[in-house]
């Protein structure tokens, strides 16, 4: 990784965040998983490896910069496939496995109904949502819950104590 690309400032972030990314996501051998915004691979990498050779990672970053590092980072895990894209434009036409579980962890604006409603479209299984923004987060659940979504678990983590910044963590699945 760059010494000047994004990364989190708590030296325990990342490990806690993939902790909780990984339980709700429940990812299984052979498994399909889209993991939008995957900045330098973070969950990606933990992903993969839980689908193993027989499943399939798709890491979506829309920096040219961040999927440089996401894809030197995983090179050893041919079972993640590094596109770097816009996550909008991805979304569109592509094919997602049976029972695929979506992960993103957007910039603090969050996704935006157009992609709620490019994600919903492949019906996936779950939406594993990272947040720094619980409001963005707010907004983003209410429109997968128009879509027939719901929040079924929401874990809120205090990476920056004695501020006003939380990360929260919600996985949404079909009613």
């Known amino acids: 990784m760059r010494p000047d690309g994004f990364w989190q400032v708590h030296p325990r972030a990342a490990q806690a965040l993939v902790d909780v990314v990984m339980e709700l996501a429940a990812p299984r051998a052979g498994q399909s998983i889209v993991d939008l915004y995957a900045g330098c691979g973070l969950f990606s990498g933990s992903l993969g490896a839980a689908v193993g050779p027989q499943g399939r990672v798709d890491a979506v970053e829309g920096d040219a910069a961040g999927a440089h590092d996401c894809a030197e980072n995983l090179a050893d895990l041919t079972q993640v496939t590094v596109h770097h894209a816009p996550v909008q434009q991805w979304l569109q036409g592509r094919t997602v496995g049976q029972d695929a579980v979506f992960v993103m962890d957007p910039p603090r604006a969050g996704v935006g109904l157009d992609v709620v409603q490019l994600v919903a479209s492949y019906a996936p ?27 079924r678990s929401l874990r809120c983590l205090d990476l920056f104590p004695m501020t006003k910044h939380v990360e929260c963590v919600a996985l949404l699945e079909r009613e």
């Open 125 to 151: 299984r779950a939406v594993v949502y990272v947040a720094c923004d619980p409001v963005a987060l707010a907004r983003d659940a209410a429109g997968f819950g128009r879509l027939g979504y719901r929040v």
